[in-house]
């Protein structure tokens, strides 16, 4: 799968995805994640890509054209199946649109700055809107990086224990049980017993553990997120 990321803050971007389990599923060619200086499109002379909104608001509007020209570019080198915007108002990012995101071939994710873009990009080339929470961020790049981690993690190979994703929190609509590491038995720098590690975990009865993990994740969903058994 290929995500092209648009941004006037690259940099901000090129670390985070070029590190760890991302930065390694580019190298083994599992993914491809192109970030694009939304600059680089401006015909201004001053790189600027947001101009004065008409009818006297506040803030500062992301124009038309640089946006248009870029994706106009990378549409005519290949097919997109999905033009996301990042934005507060836009449907609300989730395990289960991550997994269908993880699913196409190439999607472009444009990052919103300023109070926002023209509107006509969003009628015109934009087909899906995402928010990653209730809450306002000073520009759409966290929210690509977000939404970027949780898609690429999922992608086939990516995570070297493939079913570890299907356990994740969120799959089934589930919280994931809790997990233990050695030592069995931790005391704390305290002096005091932290308590020993369940068990059942170290029976190395496979159906067994199952059971419990189930029962475990059941249990700390109606705890926590009774919402989500609703569901
Ligand atoms: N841009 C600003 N806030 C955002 C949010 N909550 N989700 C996605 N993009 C945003």
Redesign the pocket.
Known sequence: MRIDIITVLPELLEGFLNESILGRAQKKGLVEIHVHNLRDYSTNRWRRVDDYPFGGFAGMVMQCEPIDRCISQLKSERHYDEIIY???D?EQ?DQPMANTLSLKENIIIL??HYKGIDHRIREQLITKE???????????E???AVMTDAIVRIVPGVIGDEQSALNDCFQDNLLAAPMYSRPKEYVGVDGKSWGSVPEILLSGHEAKIKEWEIAQSLERTRQLRPDLLEK
């Open positions: 990042t934005s507060p836009g990012f990052c919103g995402v928010s990653i929470g209730d809450y306002v961020l000073t520009g759409g966290l929210a690509a």
